[in-house]
């Protein structure tokens, strides 16, 4: 995922990761894959938009993606995120 068009800095991240879900997050996830994968992208996005001012690690990644989540499923709790790939630059 490439900076958003007007950012003025370059940055990309490459990502494949696992979620471990709740029993009730599972049950969201099933029913709203594409609303969990746009919480994902957005959280990385925001991520590499701000990397100028912030860097970006794997436990930034891997809280901001949990909070992001847990923020928009209230009742289904995201329990850990783990990356089995990443690529920052």
Not at 31 to 56: M, Y
Not at 69 to 77: K, M, Y
Request: hydrophobic share 40%; glycine share 2%.
């Amino acid at each position: 995922m490439p900076s958003s068009p007007g950012v003025t800095h370059t940055a990309y991240l490459m990502a494949d990761l696992s979620i471990d879900l709740s029993q009730q997050a599972a049950i969201s996830f099933e029913k709203e894959p594409a609303r969990f994968r746009d919480v994902i992208f957005q959280s990385l996005k925001r991520a590499v938009d701000a990397s100028k001012n912030t860097e970006i690690t794997e436990e930034n990644l891997q809280k901001s993606l949990i909070d992001a989540l847990n923020e928009s499923f209230h009742d289904a709790p995201v329990l850990r995120v783990v990356f089995t790939r990443i690529s920052m630059g």
